[in-house]
């Protein structure tokens, strides 16, 4: 019983990461239509961002904006550069994920060429432990935690309360209608890239503060979790995201305590295809943003 | 000069034949059927796993420093027959849940997510396939039953190589050219027409993945009878990238054009970098192959989208036959022998858009279902 506490506690944990890049990706996704592969390896520039700032004797809470900054810049550099070019192309959906992909190979190994092959620990401290009955927690995991709460209830409130978000829901169903009212769509469009790339960095800074490594292949392989939270919640759905990386998070860690920690991965991926089997498109399409 | 022909060349060979092995198998599935398999790389892994451990024999004994699953000591070539259908067996397990019809982008991602999730246990469980450090040892076949020395065994194994590309050349061309080929085509230009004349897109889709695998299983299982080690550093999902950019370079849907493409990207490309002064870490030299095969892909697709040698406009007609009957009910292996006498297959020589869709342009198929926006 008390296993099986502790890995919930751990995947509440393991769920705030997820989430905090499944919305970033899925409001992406949501709005350009783009399934950017390239999500992971924009995650890896932003944990060694953090990386510089820690060695740099920058406090890692700052780190964590500049990391997200960071994402943010690179994000809207893809999206207005190589994304534009291949979609004015008119390049197939398809097309486009293999044009994502291959910049995430460039990316990846650009980072890994600068960075040496090699991993990089983090040192700060993880500040003083709470215990919650079975479980036990130190500061900076709470504080991931509240992290994920917090970017949820205010991409919720701009999505639902600013003008922004309203424009944003409105794009995400009809462009070209959202155009024709008067909506400036070029500009919407930069918005969620930097948005959503903002996510994407924080996402990758956090998953470092909780891992305390980094290495170029750290957001390629935490990929897949953020893909299978984003395509489960639903495309544009920051709520569905939130429920289904804690669904997938809960699972992994489960999996993990039960003695197949090679399988953990394999377990919540076994979630997400027998979601998309039962329902092709993904749980709850564009439900929030078509509120 | 003896050390070259002894060993580089050989080896050069042979990487060459695998390659072309994985470009047709691509190529079939990408170039004629649009399934996009990102995670080809983990079925060549497949065949090269189970072919390495049923030639090394049970994992005791010599063997007791490596721990595997699955081994034997099987004569040659069973290994190689394992491997193929090793590969087309995981294909037919990923194949089930992954080729439904669900959009076609998140398919592509549901198989990258397959290719990572695959490497990451392999690595992790030892009890698979002795993890992270791989198998190594695996017997050269017929080297001691021969009494080669292993530079001339190599140029077996090249003959070998060579042949078995021939055979499956003129397998993968007979294949697109029967009214199997011509479905699959159809289905990839037009999915719900070819649909609505009784072809069942899901299941041809998972024949033609099914095949493809069973070709990678074998491509694994010759490479890893010639280098004899196998490990997850060599199939991490960049892997399949190389693969497709060959493909896109020597120009979808022509398998003659995968000669040129394996010729040009993985041949030429990544053994040029060898007679470079080496500079730098060890590695850097790699981290800067895969930055311009990602560059070289993007260039492709905007520059000659449909390669050095694009697909062939191939027409099939009978005279007389005024009604089109795609092969539905022969079953796969009357299809295979049905070459020649081919259905016409009119129906799907029209436009779509302005552009013949037999002959198809850069857009490769997927004229817009309904679920499927433009990118903004």
Known sequence: MNVFLQSIGFGVITASIIAIGAMGFSLQFGLTNVLNLSFGSIMTLAGFVAYLCETAGINIWLGLV??????????????????????????????MVMVTLSLALIIEYSIDAVSQDQIYQLTFPQGSSFTFGPITVTASQLAIIGIGIA????????????????????????PSLARSCGIPTDRIVNATWLVSGFLCGVAGVVFVINSLSVDSYTGTLFLPSVLAAAILGGVGSPGGALVASLVLGIVTELTA??????????????????????????????????? | ????????????????????????????????????????????????????????????????????????????????????AAGAALSALIGLFALRRIRRDYQAAVMLIVSLIALQVVSADVH???????????????????????????????????????????????LCRSSWGRALRAMRDQEDAAASIGLNPTVLRLEVFVIGGAIAGLSGGLLVEFISAWSPGA?????????????LIGGVGNNRGMIVGTLLV???????????????????????????????????????????????????????????????????FGRLLSVGSGEPARLFHRSAGGVPTVASPAGIGDEARPEEAEVR
């Open chain 1, 257 to 291: 305590a039960l003695g197949g920690s090679a399988y953990s991965t394999v377990a919540a991926f076994g979630v997400l295809v027998v979601v998309l089997l039962s329902k092709p498109s993904g749980v709850a399409r564009k439900v929030e943003l078509t509120v």
């Open chain 1, 66 to 95: 500049l990391g997200g900054l960071s994402g943010a810049v690179a994000t809207i550099l893809i999206g207005k550069s190589v994304f534009k070019i291949f979609a004015r192309r008119g390049a197939k959906l398809f097309e």
């Open chain 2, 235 to 247: 199939w991490g999902y960049a892997e399949t990238f190389v693969i497709f950019t060959a493909l």
């Open chain 2, 1 to 84: 000069m003896g050390s070259l022909f002894a060993y580089y060349i050989p080896t050069l060979v042979v990487y060459f034949g695998i390659d072309l092995l994985s470009a047709w198998s691509l190529n079939l599935q990408y170039g004629y059927a649009g399934v996009i398999n990102f995670s080809f790389i983990i079925f060549q892994a497949a065949g090269a796993y189970v072919a390495a451990a049923v030639s090394l024999g049970p994992d005791t004994g010599l063997n007791s420093y490596q721990t595997y699953i699955f081994g034997a000591r099987l004569p040659w070539p069973l290994p190689l027959i394992a491997a193929a």
């Open chain 2, 266 to 332: 993985p041949i030429l490309f990544l053994e040029l970098p060898s007679y470079l002064p080496s500079f730098g870490y060890p590695g850097l030299v790699d981290d800067f192959e895969w930055i311009i095969i990602g560059l070289l892909w993007m260039l492709g697709l905007l520059i000659r989208p449909r390669g050095v040698l694009p697909e062939r406009r191939f027409i099939a007609s009978r005279e007389g036959a005024g009604v089109m009957t795609v092969g539905t009910r022969k079953g796969f």
């Open chain 1, 151 to 174: 970017i949820f209830a205010a991409l919720e409130a701009m999505l639902k309360l600013t003008r922004l978000g309203k424009a944003l829901r409105a794009m995400a169903v009809d």
């Open chain 2, 128 to 174: 698979l396939f002795n993890g992270s450090n791989g198998l190594t040892g695996v017997p050269h076949p017929m080297m001691t039953a021969l009494n080669l020395s292993l530079s001339s065994w190599e140029w077996v194994w090249v003959v070998l190589v060579l042949a078995i590309c021939v055979v499956v050349y003129v397998l993968v061309e007979r």
